[in-house]
């Protein structure tokens, strides 16, 4: 069973995202129980890259302050072993699919389920280029947390319909970064992956405020944040906790009710 | 999985913000290149516009000097904006026109892409926005005055090794924010399907007219063709035509920077390995985690981590040779071509130059050797005399 199967079934969740090394791993770990004792319901661990050209500013500074702190995926994968010691909460890797790739689909995959990961969201292979990882995920019941754009229009359904996890709906354009004001209809897009699946739908990119987690959470399963948490740890660095936990607690609290 | 490949590399590994977008660039695309209209309106702006079909040229004084194979430049250098680049922009610009786009977007390195893209957007009457690593703004400064007078946006890109590469990731970027009404009107061979497909189509007119130029003036083939090569696209367009010809030696020339043996290196077909960035699959300077490493080059042109995936194959199969030239290599030929053919020629088109120079001398007088000359150096001059310890009183 994966532990991705039970994080959304008697609440609608809050999804916190870190990049994993920032400031040290050794942070990252107590940042996890931190959030996870204020209520998240599913931790996304950063593998921090070199070049994110999906992340805004503030989650690219944070992949350049973790490389620079001598952070690398086996480091991770340690870590993520000690944190398994004190915790279940799920917890999946955000990650670039070269960090994979180069690491060996087979041999990642192995050492992510050793260690204790339960997915894997990679937001540069799209649906057309799944093929090749797809497969050896399955083999190791790790989940692919498939992404659906504001763009995705006529694509929703058939990202949709084999999803397991959940689905990771971007609420805006562009890159990651908390936004003033989002535009896009995320309403109309989670009932269309309604129509194909039962895969929790959860919405994430520029949100950072109570409110905007207790308005998506009126008709998603969950909310995900990821550069307000991570601008959190920029400004305490290895002081972040009690902040992150307070941060954490105040969107856990907006989040709706099932 | 086969669209888009070239071999095992190529493929589309972009985020879904961008996929519809890459798809209907797609549909657009199949239909435009069989498009009698757009090819024939294609071929007036190459005509009449760029300046085409550019000289095949043949290198008296060097051919008697370096004594052995016969050489021939193919002058991109004498297009409209002074590269090869004005040839995929301008099929690119009319794309983006037909397909109702009102913005082009583009990553520059040396520059000459991005003056290239802000002429063609000019001429057109689109939008531009040029991304450019903030170290080249500093390297190549005349060319960012010369975009802005062309009416386009300069960004410097502050983010990474402030180079190429994170001007392409600046530019995936702006992309994803506003991808309807804008074409990322990518540079070279590179990127995700279609870019190297279409880009390598519009480069290929280089071969095209090379080929039927030689068999013109010499009523045979060459026997190696050669180019520069940092994305690929010069290089592509250079060997193209030329790839059914079995006969004919297909020669990149990478930046090796200060040495293939040293951290300070652009050359990926050298000390690359497979890897998945920027859209493809390919070869890239990398770690053991699949860190993209800063790479380096005298030439901003060719300072790139990658190169495009046809390359890539081309050497899987054996079809293409890459060699590695360094910085001094090329400043060399920097000077030597200056000399010997007054022709100031772009220092990445000079890698090139250099390899010939090597390669020249080993073959016999009734050899053919045709280079492609990818760009005009004055854009180089000021680097060159840095370069040589030269106080220019800029």
């Known amino acids: 069973m994966n532990r991705i199967d039970k994080a959304f079934d008697n609440n609608k969740g809050f999804i916190a995202f870190i990049s994993a090394g920032d400031p040290s791993l050794e942070k990252t770990k107590e940042f996890v129980i931190e959030m996870e004792k204020a209520g998240a319901a599913l931790v996304e661990l950063g593998i921090p890259f070199s070049d994110p050209i999906a992340e805004g500013e503030v989650i690219q500074g944070a992949n350049v302050r973790a490389l620079q702190a001598g952070t690398t995926t086996d480091k991770i994968f340690d870590m993520v072993k000690e944190l398994r010691k004190e915790t279940n909460i799920p917890l999946v890797f955000l990650c670039y699919l070269n960090s994979v790739f180069k690491y060996g689909y087979e041999n990642f995959c192995k050492k992510c389920v050793e260690a204790g990961i339960d997915g894997l969201i990679i937001p540069d292979m799209p649906l057309e280029e799944k093929g090749e990882l797809l497969p050896v995920m399955d083999k190791y019941d790790l989940y692919l947390i498939p992404l659906i754009a504001p763009t995705s229009k006529e694509r929703i359904r058939e990202i949709a319909k084999n999803a397991k996890g959940f689905i990771y709906v971007v609420s805006s354009l562009g890159v990651t970064g908390v936004r003033s004001e989002i535009t896009t209809d995320v309403k109309s897009i989670v009932s269309e992956i309604r129509k194909v699946t039962d895969t929790p739908a959860c919405i994430g990119f520029g949100i950072s405020k109570p409110s905007q987690v207790a308005d998506y959470t009126e008709y998603a399963d969950g909310a995900i944040v990821g550069s307000a948490i991570v601008k959190i740890i920029g400004e305490y660095k290895d002081e972040a906790g009690p902040h992150l936990y307070e941060y954490v607690k105040q969107m856990c609290d907006a989040v709706v009710k099932k | ?394």
């Open chain 2, 1 to 394: 999985m086969d669209k888009g490949r070239f071999g095992i590399h190529g493929g589309q590994y972009v985020p879904e913000t961008l996929m519809n977008e890459i798809h209907k660039l797609e549909k657009a695309y199949e239909f435009y290149k069989n498009d009698p209209e757009f090819n024939a309106e294609l071929d007036k702006l190459n005509r009449e516009y760029a300046g085409r079909p550019s000289l095949l040229y043949y290198a008296e004084n060097m051919t008697k000097t370096l004594g052995g194979a016969k050489i021939y430049f193919k002058r991109e250098d004498l297009n409209h904006t002074g590269a090869h680049k004005i040839n995929n922009v301008l099929g690119q610009a009319l794309l983006a026109k037909k397909m109702g786009k009102k913005r082009l977007i583009a990553e520059t390195g040396a520059g000459q892409h991005g003056v290239a893209t802000a002429t063609a957007a000019a001429y057109m009457g689109l939008e531009c926005e040029i991304f450019m690593g903030r170290v080249d703004t500093e390297r190549q400064a005349l060319n960012v005055y010369r975009m802005e007078l062309l009416g386009a946006k300069v960004h410097p890109v502050d983010s990474g090794t402030k180079t190429l590469k994170d001007a392409v990731n600046e530019c995936m970027r702006e992309w994803t924010r506003r991808p309807e009404d804008t074409l990322y009107a990518l540079g070279s061979v590179m990127g995700p399907h279609p870019f190297p497909t279409i880009v390598r189509d519009f480069q290929s007119v280089i071969s095209r007219e090379a080929r039927a130029q030689i068999l013109e003036k010499e009523g045979r083939l060459p026997d190696a063709v050669m180019a520069c090569v940092g994305g690929g696209s010069n290089a592509i367009g250079m060997f193209y035509e030329f790839i059914k010809d079995e006969g004919v030696r297909l020669i990149g020339c990478e930046a090796a920077g200060k040495g293939v043996d040293t951290d300070k290196t652009a050359a990926t077909m050298a000390t690359g390995t497979l890897g998945v960035f920027h859209g493809m699959k390919s070869y890239f300077c990398q770690d053991n985690y699949g860190q993209i490493a800063p790479v380096y080059s005298i030439s901003a042109g060719l300072d790139y981590p990658g190169v495009g995936p046809e390359h890539a194959n081309l050497k899987d199969m054996g079809r293409a040779e890459y060699v590695a030239v360094t910085d001094d290599e090329a400043v060399e030929a920097f000077e030597f071509i200056a000399k010997q053919e007054g022709i100031i020629a772009a220092i990445e088109s000079s890698h090139a130059v250099a390899h010939l120079m090597k390669l020249a001398p080993t073959m016999s007088k009734d050899q053919i050797i045709i280079c492609c000359l990818s760009g005009r150096g004055d854009k180089d001059v000021a680097a060159i005399a840095r370069y040589k310890g030269v106080d220019l009183h800029e």
